[in-house]
């Protein structure tokens, strides 16, 4: 039976980047050894974090004045250092779009002080609100956004202006999914987990004039420190950041973000006209607002969403159901999930609801 795995994350992986790793499981370039027993200080490592962060920078046309950082924690983390590192004595800007933005603004009411300037969750974060730059206080230290929402299934379609004020994304589950120009935030982060590579790894990317001047209290916390230190303060997740060089590879190889976003775009289209289409099938979601990654949908019906959830398990499709707090599917059409998954998966949507009529 062949498997799709809609998974929303730890996520589907390319499988050419699977065979990769297998084929060098047990001898990487010769050493005698996987890189799982390379020392992280050892050369060979050395070129594979240089490699990852030199095709990310290429991939994302990444300028010279930001660093990339190789971090673990995932992106919880981040909430917190964002405002450790950025806020001291500044106010900090959050937009409220769903359950991780909401996480991140409680991490940062901890250390910061914080103020939401707009939020979508009267409505169930159903949709992304609309802020102009006069919404934004220019002496706040950042604006932060959460530019793809995982769990409800929305998407920021434009970057708001913020003025002066830089914008911090957590862009965990659409990174590398969109044509962003990274001029246009003063830092991103991802979770690696949904569409880079294996769990434990977080990427950042912050522009210079932003890393602290001030040592933050916990080393591991410190951006200017970990920056200081090519991401090598401490051990990294070397096998994550060597499966993320194998997924950027790949990703080159495709063509790039542009190709692979015009890929994305045709797989989002395709689920989203047979929802559309269908009288069982709905969207909880603005359509103005739609996410191309994470694509939720419902009957209606509780007890059929259940039914539905049980029958495309059991034939293949895998990781449908809908995250707790929303209920209903989800398909996370990553950049690794194949377009013929999207279409065995409409078809079966076909036939389950000929069936129930
Ligand atoms: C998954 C996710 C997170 C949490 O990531 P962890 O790496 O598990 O901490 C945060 N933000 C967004 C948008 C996510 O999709």
Redesign the pocket.
Known sequence: MTVYNFS??PAVLPRPVLERAQSELLDYRGSGMSVMELSHRSSLFEEIIQDAEALLRELMAIPDNYRVLFLQ???????SMVPLNLAKNKKALYINT?S??K??IQAAEAVATVEVIASSEDKHFTYIPEITVDNIDQTAAYLHI??????EGTAFQTIPDAGKVPIIA?????ILANEYRVEDFGMIY?????NIGP?GL?VVIIREDLLNEEAVFAPMLDYRLQSDNGSLYNTPPTYSIYIAKLVFEWLKELGGVAAITAQDRQKAALLYQAIEASNLFSSPVDKNSRSLT?IPFITGDKELDRQFNEAAEAAGFKNLKGHRSVGGMRASLYNAFPIEGVQALVDFMKSFEAEVK
Do not use: E, R
């Not at 924690?73 to 909430?79: D, E, I, K, Y």
């Not at 959460?146 to 769990?151: D, K, L, P, W």
């Not at 957590?170 to 659409?174: A, E, L, T, Y």
């Not at 991802?190 to 949904?194: I, L, M, N, P």
């Open positions: 929303a994350g924690g995932g992106a919880s983390l981040q909430f769903g991780w933005s996480k991140a959460t530019t793809n929402n995982t769990i957590d862009m965990s589950s659409n991802a979770g690696a987990q949904k769990a977080t994470n």
